[in-house]
């Protein structure tokens, strides 16, 4: 199962590519697990650890410790597995900078003796990746298995859905061209034997003035064909009309949508007028989020006491997630006015029961 596991992770980029419905979900699932806020014991160290979640940098261009979740995340259900690592600066002694790994390059083997992981290439099993800082490799993995260790993608599966839906969207855009650019059949019947003497001159002249009517309109200019005798003109592939795909594009999306666990609506696909996230959708998703944040925490944690400890502070630290809301406004604000109603209600009794004691 891993080495079929590490010959898809080399598709699973490009399917993100091919179908947009899933580089859609993926995104809407690192958005969707929401914000945080490192949490540190003591006032001075809150201080340093905000100063160093908002200005870490991470990679080449990016900014901040919740950009490098975002990264990580990302890496993690793409591939089934995140490897990241945290840069110290040596001469001054902090940390400098966070960087995520592209995990296509490496495979993941636990170590017999330990059980730790260990980093081979991912075209040569047999040779051990030798880090100069191992200590400083953070690796997560996604659903891994005993058979699969080393984690298994969010999109394993798909290809195969991606490889029909991919073909269905090349034979519409095959037909449309097709119907797109018309072409005709102009026959010539010629209705005696007289005309018979000179159908290959009319034919010819038929057809040049036709090209040149053709032409004209491709510059804008309207003319008239103008034969003589029995002619028909017909659209070649007329009678064969478009194949209606709506049914299987739609099977197959659900699918996919159902393997990522994102409400078909959030993606903008209104399949329902009156569709909305109900109330055991959210709690689903809400679940699916919370397991990710549960991945995310312990690597987070590590960076920011790695953090702090080398910049003298020995604060526990512990990682404050934001409340996951998927609920509507107005279902919100409707609660709010029956909780205020509800507290009214019990207030004015409790002073009635008062004044009859």
Not at 107 to 131: E, H, L, N, Q, Y
Not at 227 to 244: M, P, Q, R, W, Y
Not at 262 to 283: C, H, K, V, Y
Request: include cysteine; charge should be negative; proline fraction near 4%.
């Amino acid at each position: 199962m891993c080495d079929k596991h590490s010959f898809e992770s080399g598709v699973y980029e490009s399917l993100r590519d091919r179908v947009p419905v899933i580089d859609a979900c993926i995104s809407k699932i690192v958005r969707l697990t929401g914000d945080f806020k490192a949490v540190a014991a003591t006032d001075r160290a809150q201080k340093k650890l905000d100063a160093f979640a908002s200005s870490v940098p991470v990679g080449i261009s990016g900014v901040s410790l919740g950009t490098f979740a975002d990264m990580y995340l990302d890496s993690l259900l793409t591939y089934g597995k995140s490897i990241g690592e945290y840069v110290v600066d040596d001469k001054a002694g902090m940390l400098a900078s966070l960087y995520v790994s592209d995990p296509t390059l490496f495979r993941v083997r636990p170590d017999a003796a330990t059980g730790s992981p260990v980093f081979v290439f991912s075209d040569d099993a047999k040779r051990i990746v030798r880090f100069t800082n191992p200590e400083r490799i953070l690796y997560t993995a996604l659903n891994p298995t005993p058979g699969c260790p080393e984690g298994r993608s969010l999109l394993r599966g798909l290809p195969v859905l991606a490889d029909i839906l991919t073909t269905i969207y090349s034979c519409i855009g095959n037909n449309f061209e097709r119907a797109g650019n018309l072409r005709y059949a102009v026959t010539y019947k010629p209705s005696s034997e007289a005309d018979m003497q000179y159908a290959p001159e009319r034919a010819k002249d038929m057809a040049k003035q036709w090209t040149d009517g053709m032409q004209s309109a491709k510059n804008g200019v309207m003319k008239d064909f103008l034969a003589v005798g029995d002619v028909d003109i017909k659209v070649i592939g007329a009678e064969s009309g478009l194949i209606d795909t709506q049914v299987p594009v739609r099977q197959i999306i659900e699918q996919m949508i159902s393997k990522l666990s994102i409400p078909p609506f959030l993606l903008g696909l209104n399949w329902s007028s009156t569709e909305r996230m109900a109330s055991q959708q959210a709690d689903i998703l809400t679940s699916e989020l919370e397991y990710y944040r549960r991945l995310l925490t312990p690597v987070l944690t590590r960076i920011c006491k790695t953090f702090l400890a080398l910049s003298g502070e020995n604060d526990e630290v512990y990682i404050e997630w934001a409340n996951i809301n998927l609920q509507d406004e107005e279902a919100l604000a409707r609660a709010r006015l029956y909780n205020a109603q509800a507290g009214e209600i019990e207030k004015r009794l409790k002073e009635e029961d008062n004044e009859k004691s």
